[in-house]
């Protein structure tokens, strides 16, 4: 049980900064999902709080104490990686006290200590197999086990659920989850796939190209996203972003039509941005509605995706979502709603949000 | 191609059984013949044709050979010559492995100044065979006052490349992942050597032992060089001697026994290990 | 993504030492030396050493019986290479085709890869021994007088025997691995094409088992090279005459037995450069089947 504190860490190869300086206070016990797309810096800076990578500028902090010269094994975390990294040659029950076995713990503290973790994961009954002979699923809650049985100070996951099927993924999502809620260990997730992300984090950091655009909680990023970039990687289908003008108090959009500007914002340049679930088919024409040609249906059974032009023009797609029951057909013209203050507004320039309308 | 695939007529099934049992004649008989001839008298071998099946003198020539009708000839005994090629065999084996295996885990899962350097130095050595520097390093086995010694016999063959190479492909095939999760657990060097990569590398270790084992006991040029005094010969050494020295009085009876004793040891572990033997020869070499 | 190594800095330079020390001392000064030696000339009590350039190349390169040993070398490396891989090749395609016996045949076939060199040569002169060979009774009914010490091309005959021989087992297990390595998917689909068997071999197998046969090509010649010392000192010791006097042999014998230091010297430069070559032949070939998959 410990906090965990990163204060501007950053990482460089050579002359070129790849990490450019993340801070962020996790509190014990809380669960913090590193999300962003590949190559973003999320996995560096998981490998740089294991210790698995030197720490170039800043300082990580582990239970109040630093830890940037320690070797990993003195940090006291645990981890579990993408591709579990069993010891090919050892049984599941080696494999779990491998790490305490170099630590000291012999005999029935050993034996006590390994049989719990195994049930806590419905492992007992496979602890003399050897991982070849498991399924995926269970690899993966072997290398879970052997995190947990050294009861450390914080748990560090790099992708741990990529290498599974759908399904599994989602049934090891809520194991992993209702694990660490009843161990209450302080814990780190990387992960690519926003969809995990949300339903595990407490707290979110949204990295892109070395920097944490936004660190706050799930719900928090959704409907307040800090800019363009966190707007548009969370939430599936993306939000969709049309660029428009702010002037005499109406937002202009390209294709001619006009929405109420919010208050508070200068006239300029600004980029809207609309989640699919906030645009509502709306009569025909209405007032203040936008006007669609649809491109294609995508019908998943509850709901349907339709992407429509804005307009008659050949701008790009939109995205919005119907009951399944009531789609639209291809070619016909739609008028859409905005949900009222669902849509967001960013600054062209610095990409910001700056207000909502 | 299983029987009966595409195109293994009968006709051509049987006409390859008839091949190979000729190549398999062709290819083991003269270690028949010199097995055959080792168990028969003097005067048979010198009265040819040999006959074909082995003879009444076994028991008689092998026991001869070993309570010292070897010694006579060559002026060391059979024992020795065994106990020498046997301690020149196993040390070379050990020797390359252990050798490597540190140089190779030094590469791999270390980085230091020069490092490449090194690489190269080593992988440079393949082309340094010792037909092409015969007599410098024969010099520097008398400065160093290695004639005549095991050490003099193995030192200079257990620095080889290949077998580094080998260990080197090897280790890098090893995850990234399982060093790293060795490391959160706390092994340092030595115990992911000894618990993980050790265990890891048993089957590369036996197959590379083998061929080792083989390569040691066939020597030939350098234990020709290094060695002046009988005592340290090693068993092939041992034969050629008194082969060129045959004249009217040579025992061929003996002569074939020490033929018989000089095959065997690695003909055996050849066969015996010979998953691992095939694995590792068709391995190294790729 | 870059190896992850250990942070200790002087524990991989004494793991590495050892090899290093041994490479310096018998690998990397001796090939110093032999360079040094191969432009000095001793006189003849080995008394003072003067240089001279390049002569004892030129020396070496104008000797008559150099280039009867690279003669003699160049015949010996390509028969015994050719028989060896030959042979191997029809017994290897032939084992592929069996089910049965397969690892039978393939126990008897390895045997000579465990035997020295110079056994098999010995082994050899014992079957065809003049006087006591049982098998020198076949070349003498036919009508040859049978005599491999004291007739050249007979010797040449009886050590390219024993070197592509003992060379058999090798080349053997590489080509049935090679062809192991070929989709049974392609063969199948060329004979629904109506192909038959022997066009199926030469224009689907042997091309596509060609990575092997360089391979072996190039390992063969260093055997044929260097290895097979043993097969000749142990049974012609380069003769008779200097029929079957290869050059690492003349190295040998013209170092330890004439004592002729600056030729030695020089001839073991000129066949470093040539050992130097087909290391890298072989090494730029190895790059080559990357490719290949």
Known sequence: ?357 | MAEGLVGTSRRSLTLAHVLLILGCVIVAFPIYYVTVASTHSLRTILNPPLPMLPGPETIENYREAVSGGINRIGGVGVDRLLLNTTIVALGIAFGKIVISMASAYAIVFFRFPLRMVCFWLIFITLMLPVEVRILPTYKVMVDLGLIDTYAGLILPLIASATATLLFRQFFMTIPNELFEAARVDGAGPWRFFKDILLPLSATNIAALFVILFIYGWTQYLWPLLVTNSNSMNTIVIALRKMISFADADTPWDLVMVTCVLAILPPVLIVVLMQRWFVKGLVETEK | MNRATFPHFWLPLLLIAPQLAISAIFFYWPAVQALYQSVLREDPFGLRSTFVGLANFRNVLADPAYLNAAQVTVVFSLLTAGFSMAIALLLAVQAEKVVRGRGFYRTLMIWPYAVAPAIAGMLWLFMFNPSFGTLAAIPRALGIRWDPLLNSSQAMGLVVAAASWKQISYNFLFFVAGLQAIPKSLIEASAIDGAGPVRRFWTIVFPLLAPTTFFLLVVNTVYALFDTFGIIHAVTSGGPGKSTETLVYKVYNDGFVNLLLGSSAAQSVMLMVLVICLTAFQFKYIERKVHYG
């Open chain 1, 1 to 357: 049980m410990a906090t965990l504190s990163l204060n501007d860490v950053r990482k460089s190869y050579g002359k070129t900064e790849v990490i450019h300086g993340v801070s962020i206070d996790v509190e014990d016990g809380e669960f913090v999902v590193i999300v962003g797309p590949s190559g973003c810096g999320k996995s560096t800076l998981l490998r740089m709080v294991a210790g698995l990578e030197e720490i170039t500028r800043g300082t990580i902090d582990i239970g109040g104490r630093e830890v940037n010269k320690l070797e990993p094994r003195e940090r006291d975390i645990a981890m579990v990686f993408q591709n579990y990294a069993l010891y090919p040659h050892m049984s599941v029950f080696d494999n779990m006290a491998y790490g305490l076995r170099i630590a000291g713990i012999k005999g029935d503290d050993l034996k006590a200590r390994v049989g719990k973790a195994a049930e806590m994961l419905g492992l007992t009954t496979l602890l003399d197999r050897k991982p070849r002979q498991l399924s995926g699923g269970q690899r993966q809650r072997v290398a879970m086990g052997r995190a947990l049985v050294r009861e450390p100070s914080a748990f560090l996951f790099d992708e741990p659920l990529s290498n599974l099927d759908a399904k599994l993924r989602v049934s090891m999502r809520l194991q992993i989850k209702d694990l660490q809620r009843r161990v209450a260990t302080t814990s780190l997730y990387v992960t690519h796939d926003q969809v995990e992300a949300m339903t595990l984090a407490d707290r979110l950091i949204v990295m892109n190209k070395g920097v944490a655009e936004q660190i706050a909680t799930p719900m928090e990023i959704y409907d307040n996203p800090a800019n363009v970039f966190v707007a548009g990687f969370i939430g599936s289908p993306a939000m969709n972003f049309f660029p428009a003008r702010i002037e005499g108090g109406h937002l202009h959009l390209a294709d001619g039509s006009q929405l109420p500007a919010p208050a508070g914002v200068s006239e300029g340049s600004v980029i809207l941005g609309i989640r699919p679930e906030h645009l509502m088919p709306a009569p025909l024409d209405a007032e203040g509605s936008l006007s669609v040609r649809v491109l294609a249906v995508e019908t998943l059974g509850a709901d349907a995706f339709v992407h429509a032009t804005l307009g008659d023009g050949d701008a790009d797609a939109i995205v919005f979502r119907v009951p399944g029951h009531d789609r639209p057909a291809e070619g016909e013209r739609v008028s859409l709603m905005v949900e009222p203050g669902k849509a967001h507004v960013f600054d062209a320039a610095t990409e910001r949000r700056i207000a909502e309308a």
